[in-house]
């Protein structure tokens, strides 16, 4: 496999050079572009075969939100002249967990979501994650996310005045039904979801903090999911937690 190819924008000198620094010495990826404001992004982005796009929201001349909307739309464009063409992953960097901002980005297009304040660690493996068509979600912003889910997976029937729940994938389906979820699991998950770390789950089930990690690590195992944050989307698209 080749390496992954990531442009970077941002235009914020110092951080810009930092983030530099840590791509150019991570083995499997290559930098492939630079850029510092939201227009010459665009271009770039246009212009050039990237994998990653690391994407700052507060960029002059047209903010990362609008940077990622407009890359899209072009994108479609592409497609429907029936041109080839290989969609970058937009993983956002920012400082703000706002709301607005955060709900914005994935609707704008965005893939995946990360704290400026995240470590060397972290970022590589959220680049890695999003190149994997695997969102990555910083846990800083997690709750947004799942709450909004929870949202507009709901659909109330105003003729039957029922709740509908969009049911997960197939293959994941299949997996739940093979082993399914015992109640107290059902209960950590729930915990999970609404964001409880282990020691305040263990306080309000009444159980050691060990027994909670083994909850967690079988539910994990159970949903195929690498995280909580992901066990968290998964349960919710299942319905097994509304």
Partial sequence: MGNIRIALIEDHDVLRIGLRTILQAQEGFELVGEASNGPQGLQLLQTTQVDVALVDVGLPGMDGIELTQRL????????????????????????????????????????????????????????????????????????????????????????????????????????IASDPITDREHEVLELMVVGCTNVVIAERLCITVGTVKTHVRNILAKLCADDRTEAAVRALRAGIIS
């Fill in 72 to 175: 899209r739309q072009f994108q479609q464009e592409q497609i429907e002249r029936e041109l080839p063409i290989v969609p970058p992953k937009v993983l956002i960097l920012t400082i703000q967990d706002s709301e607005e901002t955060v709900l914005a980005s994935f609707a704008a297009g965005a893939d995946s979501y990360c704290m400026k304040d995240v470590g060397a660690d972290k970022l590589i493996e959220a680049i890695r994650k999003t190149y994997s068509d695997d969102a990555w979600i910083d846990p800083a912003i997690a709750s947004i996310v799942l709450r909004q889910m929870r949202q507009s997976m709901v659909q109330v029937s105003d003729e039957e005045n029922m709740v509908k729940i969009r049911s997960v994938e197939p293959e994941y389906e299949r997996v």
